[in-house]
């Protein structure tokens, strides 16, 4: 599963953009934020996440927060 980081996020919106570890910023949406069962992403924060479809239609799915 691959990992980046909470580059930015809209509390209002619910969403943002993680940058993942080869510095390409991959957005997520609502839905996504709503799938993730989290309450509140924070700048800087580890996640985990799935890439759903290609090209145009590819998504930002299941994403977790990783804990140490």
Known sequence: M???TIKTYDESSRSGVI???QK???AFDAESF???GVRLFR???RVK???VGSGERARVRD???VTL
């Open 2 to 4: 691959p990992q980046g």
């Open 34 to 36: 709503r799938q993730s």
């Open 19 to 21: 940058m993942d570890d």
């Open 49 to 51: 996440y799935q890439i």
């Open 63 to 65: 994403l977790t927060i």
């Open 24 to 26: 390409t910023e991959l």
């Open 43 to 45: 700048l800087g924060q």
